[in-house]
């Protein structure tokens, strides 16, 4: 007999979870593309302006500006790696939870898995089209190396962890909790 039964729904949370990683992924992106673009027109503007009465605006830009725009260009970086703990973290947290799934609710899992891997598929192939563009965005998206990368193999991904998760939540307790119920107990 199942015991709390709305705890065996907690893969859901998991799914829930990979939507929000790769749907930030591809907005974060596309964010820092538009944020570098922006930057590189901007900070050469604001390191030239002179002299303003007795203030080195100049100076002042370059120290504001310059700094922004160094940190904008580590960003992508940090981001994809974040991208990628974010998804060992899911990993952790199905390693985590004690309670093994019912084995009826792998059907479920299975149908959220190929869920999570369409919508991977139809983010990648947004993203894409963006990536392959010509104008000045397409230019640093190509740039963020890591985080493109991560972003355009996304199904591929989506689909290695969720079948690492499924293998981790439905194995495991289950057969012992069997073992001592049924009173079939030992070792191999």
Do not use: H
Not at 42 to 62: C, E, F, K, T, W
Not at 105 to 120: D, P, Q, S
Not at 129 to 155: H, K, N, R
Request: charged fraction near 10%; include cysteine.
């Amino acid at each position: 007999m199942i015991e709390n039964k709305k705890a065996q729904m907690g893969i859901l949370w998991l799914f829930v979870i990979f939507a929000f990683i790769l749907v930030g992924g591809i907005v974060i992106a596309v964010f820092l593309g538009f944020a570098s673009w922006t930057s590189d027109i901007v900070s050469p503007i604001a390191q030239d302006l002179g002299m303003v009465d007795n203030y080195n605006v100049s100076d002042a830009g370059r120290m504001t500006f310059g700094t922004l725009d160094t940190l904008i260009g580590m960003l992508p970086m940090f981001i994809g790696f974040a991208y990628v703990m974010l998804l060992v973290g899911c990993i952790v947290l199905v390693l985590s939870y004690r309670g093994t799934q019912n084995p009826l609710f792998l059907g479920l899992y299975l149908a959220f898995t190929i869920l999570i891997v369409l919508v991977a598929i139809l983010g990648s192939n947004a993203y894409q089209d963006l990536y392959m563009g010509t104008d000045e965005i397409a230019v640093y998206l190509q740039s963020m190396t890591i985080l493109s990368f991560l972003i355009l193999q996304s199904p591929y991904i989506f689909g290695i962890v969720s079948f690492v998760c499924g293998i981790f939540l439905f194995s495991g307790k289950q057969n012992e909790g069997y073992a001592m119920e049924s009173g079939y107990g030992g070792g191999y």
